[in-house]
């Protein structure tokens, strides 16, 4: 890798051409848009394949992502026949998916660096195998320890649907697309945490809890058969960072004074691509090379937990995993409120309900992705052509109503039992303000440390998953404050984490100016030039 002026601010990237420089590669349908990180002259480069081939590989990870999701969280609805047929306690259950949790992010510090120096396709391979087999395996268990363990094995075996997933995206799509992708991917994966429990009830109903599984077991093995012959490996070396691409322009700020400001862009390529095209059967290949060396894979397994003392990462973490903390308490309360008097739902009726949550999911997403991607992009034009990660933050004042209103208007309502159409509605807005504040949590962690993807991902999921881990304990103890008095609580917690936004959006750009140095000094020690 180039020479790298540590003096360039990670994240500042000048993503529109308003000043009409001559030396940034431009997008082909709009010649306004920057090419962020540049495409460099290798044929083969992900950023060179054709619309087809990455809407392609878009499908596949969107495919991992459904069929993982479904396979870890089809038996939230069907935990209590479980305890009664298998004689484990429900406690155990819930302690064994709690630790499942836990180790889909803390696997990462193992799985990542490998799928990073050897190759995301068999990774993402090998985890779909795995949760296939567990599938198969859980109607088999009769143990508190079998289940424990099983659940831990599960949890290692599928991180990549937590981390790894968001790197793929970014190493195919530029930054002006790269938020609508992750807001698909967002909604992939939530979606799919609330598809499983929908189909999970009518299967049980008709066929037992055993087909449950073996149902999830065939989707997994249907995944794997697709990914096999369709996924392609999307690691490549890139010689470039975002320092190294950057260039120096100079700015009006509404005072005679010019400031000099450092952004990030590409050069240039000669437009002839280089190289020899792969075979469909050398992309077929489970090990295409290597792609770090073995000090760069020994590091990745500890510098993650290094860099959450950068407080964009850390924040970002804090604030998908405070996202995710709303989505388990709605999952954990749900059968119990909707099965219960007034309501007294079959299975099969309250998994229906989460079509609720599945259409504020889509909604969340497509305002915090595709909305959000031109929300940027209008919003570089006004600061001169620069693109800050804190931009498409602003997009989060309308979780600042969304997120308090949705939670009161379940607890409350399932408190004074109002109409089941008002409980549906509010975990629809539950699942809304959820999915904005995920997607754009990792697009602000990946457009602020973009050169450093693959472990800012792995960071962020150690806050999250770590968060989950913690307030699944607390759960059912809150709830002991009654339904009312637990969500008006979680509400104003809610409102209050949600607010930091705005305390981001001020001081984000200054932390990451005072991280650039160690910042840059991690990115010439050696990436994948992701």
């Not at 082909?28 to 460099?40: F, G, M, Q």
């Not at 209590?80 to 298998?86: A, E, L």
């Not at 889909?104 to 949760?131: E, H, M």
């Amino acid at each position: 890798m180039h020479d790298i002026d540590d003096s360039v601010v990670p994240g500042s990237v000048y993503l529109v051409d308003v000043q009409e420089k001559t030396t940034v590669a431009h997008a082909e349908n709009n010649s306004a848009i920057v090419l962020s990180p540049t495409p460099s002259n290798d044929i083969n480069d992900p950023l060179n394949w054709s619309r087809g081939r990455k809407f392609l590989q878009i499908v596949c990870v969107m495919i991992y992502t459904s069929a993982i999701g479904i396979g870890t969280t089809v038996l939230y609805s069907i935990l209590q026949p479980i305890s009664d047929d298998t004689g484990i306690p429900l406690a155990t259950l819930n302690a064994g998916t709690g630790y499942m949790f836990l180790f889909l992010g803390w696997g990462a510090l193992i799985n990542q660096p490998l799928a990073l120096t050897f190759g995301k396709r068999p990774i993402y391979l090998i985890s779909v195998i795995g949760n296939t087999a567990l599938c198969l395996l859980t109607p088999y268990i009769k143990t508190e320890g079998q289940w424990i363990a099983s659940k831990i094995v599960q949890g290692y075996l599928c991180t990549p649907v937590e981390s790894l997933c968001e790197v793929s995206i970014a190493d195919v799509f530029f930054a002006h697309e790269r938020g609508t992708y992750i807001g698909i991917y967002t909604l992939f994966l939530f979606g799919s945490n609330y598809f499983a429990p929908l189909i999970a009830g009518f299967i049980y109903d008709g066929q037992g809890w055993h087909w449950v599984m073996y149902w999830a077991a065939i989707i997994n093995f249907g995944s794997l058969i697709v990914l096999f012959f369709f996924m392609e490996e999307t690691n490549f070396v890139r010689n470039t960072s975002e320092a190294t691409e950057a260039v120096h322009f100079s700015t009006k700020q509404g005072t005679e004074k010019d400031d000099k400001v450092s952004t990030t862009s590409s050069p240039v390529s000669s437009g002839e691509l280089t190289g020899t095209p792969k075979s469909y059967l050398q992309r077929l290949a489970l090990f295409g090379g290597r792609y770090a060396s073995n000090k760069l894979l020994l590091t990745m397994t500890y510098r993650p937990i290094i860099l959450l003392r950068f407080p964009v990462i850390f924040w970002a973490g804090f604030q998908y995993g405070t996202c995710l903390v709303w989505y388990n308490v709605l999952n954990a309360t749900c059968s119990l409120i909707l099965s219960e008097q007034p309501y007294n739902f079959r299975a099969s009726f309250v998994g229906l309900t989460y079509l609720g949550p599945l259409i504020g999911m889509f909604i969340g997403t497509f305002y915090s992705g595709w909305v959000g991607d031109r929300f940027a992009v209008r919003y570089a034009r006004r600061t001169g052509g620069v693109r800050e990660p804190e931009h498409r933050l602003w997009l989060m004042v309308v979780s600042l109503l969304l997120c308090p209103a949705s939670l009161i208007l379940w607890g409350v309502g399932a408190s004074k039992g109002i109409s089941w159409v008002g409980l549906v509605f509010g975990m629809g807005i539950i699942s809304c303000s959820t999915g904005i504040g995920s997607s754009l949590s990792i697009s602000y962690a990946l457009d602020s440390y973009k050169d450093m993807s693959g472990e800012v991902m792995m960071a962020v999921i150690l806050v999250r998953n770590t968060l989950s881990f913690a307030i699944g304990y607390g759960i059912t103890p809150w709830l002991h404050m009654g339904y009312q008095n637990t969500f008006i609580s979680a509400g104003f917690v809610g409102l209050a984490i949600t607010m930091t936004f705005l305390i981001v959006i001020k001081w984000g750009k200054s932390w990451r100016i005072a991280s650039r140095k160690r910042y840059w000094g991690y990115v010439a020690d050696g990436t994948l030039g992701h």
